[in-house]
């Protein structure tokens, strides 16, 4: 009796496999070389879309963790450069001016340390992935989907007024 024949394929381990995979495997290995095998299974829909949004969602968190090492490394020099001294500071403008890290922004954007560039980033990474998800297993008429587009639609602007007013009561 042939492995095809009963449903089981014994392949050079004594476990005997039994699946849909092992049926696939004595096709190809029966007859013609050049027989491709299907995919069986397809979580997602592949397409170009698909694609690009995972791109920018794996650009997004590699970002935050670039911002993260970024942030290590200044205080590490902080730290380095602060032994055997004592700073008596009184006014602090912010947690990244205190320990001698630059501070990013200008009068568009809030003063953000590289910690909060990285909170930003990951989080509206987290978002993308979470519609993208929805957008995969629901479709684009789902009410989560839609849910999901719109807090990646409003992240930015929340941000944005979370650390405005963060500095606002820094500043008082």
Do not use: W
């Not at 698909?50 to 205080?75: A, P």
């Not at 001016?97 to 990285?118: E, H, N, T």
């Amino acid at each position: 009796m042939k492995p095809s024949d009963s449903g089981s394929h014994v392949d050079g381990d004594s476990r005997p496999k039994t699946g849909l995979h092992s049926e696939n495997l004595s096709r190809e290995t029966s007859g013609n070389s050049r027989v491709k095998a299907k995919p069986q299974y397809v979580p997602f829909k592949a397409s170009k879309s698909n694609v690009f949004s995972n791109v920018v969602i794996n650009s997004l968190f590699g970002l935050g963790l670039y911002y993260l090492y970024r942030d290590y490394q200044e205080d590490k020099r902080a730290s380095a450069k602060a032994r055997g001294t004592v700073t008596i500071v009184h006014d602090r403008a912010s947690d990244s001016q205190a320990k001698g890290g630059q501070v990013r922004g200008s009068g568009l954007l809030p003063k953000m340390s590289y910690k909060d560039l990285s909170f930003v980033t990951v989080g509206f990474g987290f978002l993308l992935q979470l519609a993208n998800m929805a957008h995969v297993s629901f479709g684009k008429r789902s009410p989560l989907y839609r849910a999901s587009i719109l807090s990646v639609a409003l992240y930015p602007p929340f941000a944005y007024y979370m650390y405005s007013m963060r500095d606002q009561k820094v500043a008082k």
